[in-house]
């Protein structure tokens, strides 16, 4: 797979993008005075790696096949990462997506980041827990357009929870209520499984676009690569990456990544167009 040079006069293929989702709107970033710093105090007390089966329950009429659901805890318990499967009705995986949380040292605050694999969105919201239940609000962006979201989270006995969730596509004017209720049932025993292996197309992005220099780890079945740094200010960044849907029309495909700084909660979009061999 090699990166495809493209004329800068014929159209901006490799983009850069800065933006902050805070209390549902989409800022274009120039500093991070005043914004809300969440300590890096690791939580490994708080977070417990385990499986949850995900039922869909928007529609109580119509019956869905589970997802899954794998927690596994980063960087000494600082950092939840939520693995998110869909499944279809032979078991296979039908759909993949990633939440990122970081909370602060008390665990009553904190953000989430969610992406997902071929489809083109990001979700980035803020919550507040208190009294067994997490609210959270902010924005994002999908094949549906922009939008904002919020959520209500109610923990339950014995690791169980349900999710409820709205949307809005008029900027809050109104809302689809719920857009989205899930439960989320604790597997007992269940263990998340590491993605041991990439699959080829992001191994070969990975050295044709020269990003070796980070300490890439597969996720998500190999679909997908994490990776942390930081930057000038000693603060920690995730990236995640992975490669968008293939274009057979011209063989290209379509490196995607998300630089989320962990401190200020900024994060930043970066797009690569790949020619594949």
Known sequence: MLLLKLDPHNGVRNVKNTFLIFFGLIILIDSSEGITQINETPLSHKCEESVWQVNDVTNPSESSIPALTSRFCLRKGSVIMDEFRALNDVGEVSFRGVS???????????????????????????????????????GGYDAGGAFLERSTTSYLKNGNYNFVMSRSFDSGQTWMIPFNVLEYRKVKGGKPQNSNNYITDIADAIASLKLDNR???????????????????????????????????????????????????????ERHILKNK
């Not at 489809?119 to 919201?125: L, P, R, S, V």
């Open 100 to 138: 990122f949380i970081k909370t602060n040292n008390e665990h009553k605050t904190s953000r989430t980041l969610w992406v997902m694999i071929e489809d083109d969105g990001i979700t980035h919201f803020t919550s507040q827990t208190s009294a067994g239940k997490e609210i959270g609000f902010g």
């Open 215 to 269: 300490s890439w780890e597969p996720i998500l079945d190999g679909f997908a690569a994490l990776a942390f740094s930081s930057n000038q200010y000693s603060e920690t960044v995730l990236h995640f990456a992975s490669i968008y849907k293939k274009n057979p029309n011209d063989n290209t495909s379509e490196w995607r990544s998300v630089s989320w700084n962990l401190v200020t909660g900024f994060y930043q979009t």
